[in-house]
């Protein structure tokens, strides 16, 4: 399951809106590269394939690619304010720097 904040559901919200976007679900995506660290993508995506995830959090359609589903289980989204600006950040129990950051 992912799922996503009321504050960063209404940042999508907006994004979807600015970019003419509004029906279109947003894709999310995670690498693993090759220090083990996690990058995550996101987008809005008018493909559909057959062997996506879809979840439905705060409103929003959320489709994950087959290759991203394990990393991704229990993902939180949110928009937060980092040092006076305000980001979408994921907050991911798989990700290898937060289990690093718990263990400090």
């Known amino acids: 399951m992912i799922t996503v904040t009321p504050e960063a559901a209404e940042q999508i919200r907006q994004s979807a809106q600015q970019g003419n976007m ?47 589903q394990d990393n991704l289980e229990g993902t939180v989204i949110d928009y937060v304010d980092i040092d006076g600006k305000m980001e979408v950040i994921f907050i991911n129990p798989n990700d290898p720097a937060r289990q690093t950051q718990e263990n400090t």
């Not at 509004?22 to 062997?51: C, K, Q, W």
């Not at 995830?53 to 087959?66: H, K, L, N």
């Open 22 to 68: 509004e029906d279109l679900p947003l894709r999310i995506a995670v690498t693993r590269m090759e220090d083990g660290s996690f990058h995550y993508a996101m987008g809005f995506d008018d493909n559909r394939h057959e062997n996506d995830a879809r979840y439905q959090s705060e409103g929003i359609e959320i489709v994950v690619a087959p290759h991203s």
